[in-house]
């Protein structure tokens, strides 16, 4: 270990840092414009009943493709979105694109999938949101009730007034609360029967090493017992295969998500899986 191959090592972390930076900015640029040069494309992923193996709902997936960049993935440009304060005007683009595609799906005939997509825990907290997004369905003719919205626990971590009245307006409508990705991250339980969540989605960290890993069992087993004394649907993602269903089905959990029925598919794609289905 020499001095110099440590000037190195630091030449090589300060250049990383600054490529990231410069990756930041560039993508920043482009990602304020992303919306207008219609560069967003949705997906949908299908989520299924463990038990009936009935198609429950799709679950709506971002995607960017910019022609300088390439495909950049949701987990890199959502917290820059967030970061700029994009995310009202990209949780709106989402749903009136499901709306539009749900209402295409129906017309040519296909069966009648209900949607679910993901919003921004920060979007929330802007009065007038529930409103807003509600505007959007009901001006497409669709109905609330067939609607899921996804968030993550931080919506929780500001416990605002705001957030209670969006929330109840939506759910007053008849829109289903989803909590994505739960158990990674804010660990107080009382907020779930406090915003009368109709789900929770267990994160796929802990399907993933399912079913070597004793602990993750246990903890899913443990969310999977509390989920149903408190009458709260449940759904686990990231399934990848048959063990993990049967190991599922068995700790009583009834839905499932993952590349083992499908990745995130094209809306053309779904248009056939919905004629499929029938
Ligand atoms: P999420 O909502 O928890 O979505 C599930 C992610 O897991 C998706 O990644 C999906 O492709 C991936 N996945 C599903 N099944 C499997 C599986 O069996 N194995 C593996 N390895 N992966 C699986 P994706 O599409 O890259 O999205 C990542 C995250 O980005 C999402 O996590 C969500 O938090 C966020 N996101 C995606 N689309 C939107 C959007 O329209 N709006 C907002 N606000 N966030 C979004
Ligand atoms: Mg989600
Ligand atoms: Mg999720
Ligand atoms: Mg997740």
Redesign the pocket.
Known sequence: YHAKEEGKFYQFYHRTINQRLIRETILESHLHRAIERDEFI??Y?PQYDLFTGELIRL?????WYNSELGWI???QF?PLAEKIGL?PK??EW?LSTACRHRKMWKQRGGVEADLS????ASHFQIPGMAKRLLSIIESNGDDPCRWEF?V?EHIMMQDSAVVYENISQLKEAGVKLAI??FGVGYSSLGYIKKLKVDRL?I??SFI?NLPQSADDQAIVAAVITMARQLAIDIIA????NETQIQLLKEMGCKGG????WS??ISETEIELLLHGAE
């Open positions: 949705l997906y992923q679950e709506a997936l971002i995607r993935r949701p987990d959502i995310m990209l949780d989402v997509i993901n919003l921004s996804e993550t994505d990705d989605k994160d796929r993933k993602e990231g399934i990848e998500q993952g590349y083992f990745p995130p």
